[in-house]
């Protein structure tokens, strides 16, 4: 098992920055995929960005391409999302996944946390 925490989460305005973060404790973090998700209200959950279980591969969707970075810390057992030039529509509940490898699917990851708000206001 890997529990997942978010945090981070709050009201930005548009234009400004955030920084979630992902506390991974039970099972090696380390040889998990991390992903980050975001689900805002009436529609469904929707891949943002994953990265790799060394580090490497990060993916992100075109959505958020050249805004948000994934980062993670394994030894510490954290993973991050960096999240620039913010925009409306990026208001969602975040999550952080963990799975055997990078999906764009949230069905395919194993392990979840309970996500945070991220609202950005216009």
């Known amino acids: 098992q890997v529990q997942l925490v978010e945090s981070g989460g709050g009201l930005v305005q548009a234009g400004g920055s955030l920084r979630l973060s992902c506390a991974a404790s039970?099972?090696?973090?380390?040889?998990?995929?991390m992903a980050w998700f975001r689900q805002s209200p009436g529609k469904g959950r929707e891949f943002v960005a994953a990265?790799?279980?060394?580090?490497?591969?990060?993916q992100f969707a075109d959505y958020v391409k050249g805004r948000f970075i994934i980062l993670r810390d394994n030894p510490r057992n954290m993973g991050y999302l960096q999240m620039n030039s913010l925009i409306p529509e990026d208001t969602a509940v975040y999550y952080c996944?963990?799975?055997?490898?990078?999906?764009?699917?949230?069905?395919?990851?194993?392990?979840w946390g309970q996500g945070t708000q991220v609202t950005v206001s216009s």
């Open positions: 996944a963990a799975g055997k490898r990078i999906f764009w699917y949230s069905a395919e990851y194993d392990y």
């Open positions: 990265i790799g279980w060394s580090g490497g591969s990060p």
């Open positions: 039970g099972r090696a973090f380390s040889s998990y995929a």
